[in-house]
């Protein structure tokens, strides 16, 4: 775990008291799950075929998987022939998940990982409901890079759906194109992409994070979804995006 770092103790030690002061961590981060039997979640056992398994407790179980309190947590391999990633599914359900759906993240090996068995993370699915407590989703993902960093995950990559305009949500709709982004992630845009609405700040722009910067709202209005990529190197675009929002939401909530 890496909790020595220098952009740990000057970063995340104090957005970590900020988000676990927050009511929604406090009501719904503490470590209280459920296994599949409807028992006390103790400890989460990952279990690979090189060295000892990774040991999480529930605690870090919900956040490392932006797990609820009150959730049912079952763990199963899946393999590539999946919508997700060859590696283990950390599924669960509570009650402000959609009716018929789950949510569920994913731990595996990248490609382009050092030789460990496991070293990023895929959001497969994350469908909440309307009575879902506002702030659930920042605070949860907030809690899941901080855990992710400490333990030398890599990334965090998902499928960010649907695609503009963006406009009044039902529970429907699809808008992550629009969300995660906000929240740090990124992809490549094509240039033909952007000719389809020009727009002449967004010359040479190549990421979703470039056409935000460059031109506010072209984004949420044109947009469309793909796989995206939070990196969880120290001092990365991506952290640099979510403590600045997760600060500006956080002081928000404070007032």
Same mark, same amino acid.
């Given at each position: 775990m890496d909790i020595s770092s220098t952009f740990n103790a000057r970063n995340l030690v104090r957005v970590e008291a900020a988000l676990l002061a927050h009511p929604v961590a406090q009501a719904y981060f503490q470590g209280r799950l459920f296994d599949g039997y409807g028992q006390p979640l103790r400890e989460l056992n990952i279990h690979h075929a090189e060295g000892p398994p990774l040991r999480l407790d529930a605690a870090t179980t919900g956040r490392l998987c932006m797990i609820p309190d009150g959730s049912l947590v079952t763990a199963t391999r899946i393999d590539d022939r999946s919508d997700a990633p060859a590696g283990v599914d950390i599924h669960y359900s509570n009650i402000f998940i959609q009716n018929g759906h789950h949510n569920s993240v994913v731990m595996y090996r990248s490609q382009s990982g050092p030789a460990m068995w496991i070293d990023a993370l895929y959001i497969r699915n994350v469908m909440l409901a309307p009575q879902a407590p506002p702030r659930l989703t920042s605070v949860a993902f907030g809690l899941m890079a901080i855990a992710a960093y400490r333990l030398g995950f890599q990334h965090i990559s998902l499928l960010a759906a649907g695609g503009g305009p963006l406009r009044e949500a039902s529970e429907d709709d699809l808008i992550g194109y629009a969300v995660w982004p906000k929240l740090g992630f990124d992809a490549e845009v094509a240039s033909v992409e952007l @000719?389809?609405? %020009?727009?002449?700040?967004?010359?040479?722009?190549?990421?979703?994070? @470039?056409?935000?910067?460059?031109? %506010?709202?072209?984004?949420?209005?044109?947009?469309s979804g793909r796989t995206m990529l939070f990196q969880l190197a120290a001092n990365s675009r991506s952290w640099s995006i979510l403590l600045n929002y997760l600060y500006t939401a956080l002081m928000e909530d404070a007032r």
């Open positions: @000719d389809r609405f %020009p727009h002449p700040a967004l010359v040479g722009a190549a990421t979703v994070q @470039d056409v935000r910067k460059n031109a %506010p709202g072209w984004w949420e209005e044109h947009g």
